[in-house]
């Protein structure tokens, strides 16, 4: 399995945003109009997180692999995006400004969401407002997320967590998982922190297999 295809066409655009441009970088497998398009969220902003983080970017490449077009971006007051900082909520309206802007980009394409810790957060919020056909989050902040059945996404969605993380712990992971109807297909990975040293790998490979075959057992080592 290839970590990332033969071509890869990136570009860097400012995205206009509810506070400002928002710096971005869309990477595209394939030239010419895409069928797939993924955002991807970055962790807290406040803790060093940017869209060049190592999880962000594998998550990009593993849209990449699967043919979508992956677009990365610096949410409000982090790199060259305009605006401050504001508490996950207009983070939140950042993503949705995002995925806005691709489906105007591409309006035949497919919206998938994915992200990080914080971005984990915004996507799942951002999932619950726009519809979107698949929805991933690593390690996500779940204390960051208030959900009912009527906010829960509705789309096929895939967790992923590692049980050595000492940000976002594990089992509180599960059980909040677990309470969700439907709950999403989770996968806990034995030994792996909060930042996936080591597995960025694993979790690439995780996301590929999840979208090519969901049946797949939700829990591997």
Excluded at 87 to 92: A, C, L
Excluded at 120 to 137: E, H, Y
Excluded at 188 to 193: E, I, M, R, S, T
């Amino acid at each position: 399995m290839n970590a990332v295809p033969p071509r890869l066409a990136s570009e860097r655009v400012l995205i206009p945003g509810p506070a400002g441009n928002l710096e971005s970088i869309v990477d595209q497998p394939t030239p010419g109009d895409a069928t797939i398009v993924g955002v991807v969220c970055h962790p807290h902003p406040q803790f060093g997180g940017t869209m060049t983080n190592k999880v962000v970017y594998t998550l990009a490449r593993a849209f990449n692999e699967l043919g979508a077009t992956a677009v990365r971006f610096n949410y409000r007051a982090v790199g060259a995006s305009e605006g401050s900082y504001d508490e996950g909520n207009g983070e939140t309206d950042d993503a949705l400004a995002v995925m806005a802007w691709a489906q105007r980009r591409w309006p035949a394409a497919q919206l998938w969401l994915g992200g990080f810790s914080f971005g984990g957060a915004v996507a799942i919020k951002a999932a619950a407002q726009v519809p979107v056909q698949r929805l991933v989050t690593v390690a996500p902040a779940i204390r960051r997320v208030t959900m009912d059945v009527a906010s829960r996404p509705h789309a096929s969605w895939l967790v992923i967590q590692g049980d050595n993380d000492d940000l976002v712990d594990a089992a509180s992971t599960q059980a909040w998982a677990a309470s969700l109807q439907p709950p999403p297909e989770l996968v806990v990975l034995p030994g792996v922190d909060h930042f996936f040293h080591g597995r960025l790998n694993d979790l690439r490979e995780i996301v590929v297999r999840w979208v090519r075959d969901p049946q797949q057992p939700a829990v591997r080592g």
